[in-house]
């Protein structure tokens, strides 16, 4: 692995859900949870309701009502919130993430969770993960009203907080948002090999892949 210029970067920009979060929880909800809840309450079959739901999420992918807990509770009619509660037990910190942050804060290193997910949701995984004090700054997109694919919520970003761009880090599962950040400036950008534990690896394409956030500051 590369290892990174720690001298040269003062802000660490870090996901969420895939980076601090494994990312099998919102796997889990998504594609198995709510598709049954669904099926259930419609009287569907599985697949039937996989047939429906599936083109549905892809029509909003990358915006922000696709990270929109009040927008899905509204279309699907369900209590995504209290379903979100009802598997909470799943939620669970990336292997070495508590120690990767606790190392960026001895090192001095400000430390900003930029996530795309609603504040709902933010505020579940909080209450379980306990991620808020190992932190400095904690911004969901839905502050702004545009998703971190968007380049309005780097602008945003920039106008809440004072870093200089070309002197962070931003670590990210997810490709589309780290071209975002790419094309707005952020200097140094890592992406999650393997953001569900009990997932495969994912193609990084373009980006240096991180396996382990331990391993990004062994020389820091």
Request: hydrophobic share 40%; glycine share 4%; charged share 25%.
């Amino acid at each position: 692995m590369q290892q990174l210029p720690w001298e040269n970067i003062d802000t660490v920009l870090l996901d969420m859900d895939g980076t601090l979060l494994d990312l099998h929880f919102d796997n889990h909800f998504w594609l198995n949870y709510l598709p049954q809840c669904y099926a259930d309450k419609n009287g569907l079959s599985r697949a039937d309701a996989d047939a429906y739901l599936q083109p549905l999420f892809a029509a909003y992918t990358g915006q922000l009502n696709w990270y929109c807990v009040e927008f899905w509770s509204k279309t699907l009619d369900l209590p995504i919130k209290q379903m979100k509660r009802d598997t909470a037990h799943l939620i669970d910190l990336r292997a070495n993430a508590d120690e990767f942050l606790a190392a960026l804060k001895r090192a001095g290193k400000r430390r900003v969770l930029v996530t795309n997910a609603h504040r709902d949701s933010l505020q579940i995984k909080l209450e379980k993960v306990h991620l808020a004090p190992l932190l400095d700054v904690l911004i969901s997109s839905h502050d702004y009203g545009y998703p971190k694919e968007d380049q309005r919520f780097w602008t945003s970003l920039s106008q809440q907080i004072d870093y200089q761009p070309q002197r962070s880090l931003f670590i990210d599962d997810s490709l589309p948002v780290l071209r975002s950040a790419q094309r707005y400036g952020i200097g140094h950008l890592r992406a999650v090999l393997q953001p569900d534990s009990l997932g495969p690896d994912k193609n990084c394409e373009e980006f240096i892949p991180s396996t382990d956030l331990r391993d990004l500051v062994r020389n820091l």
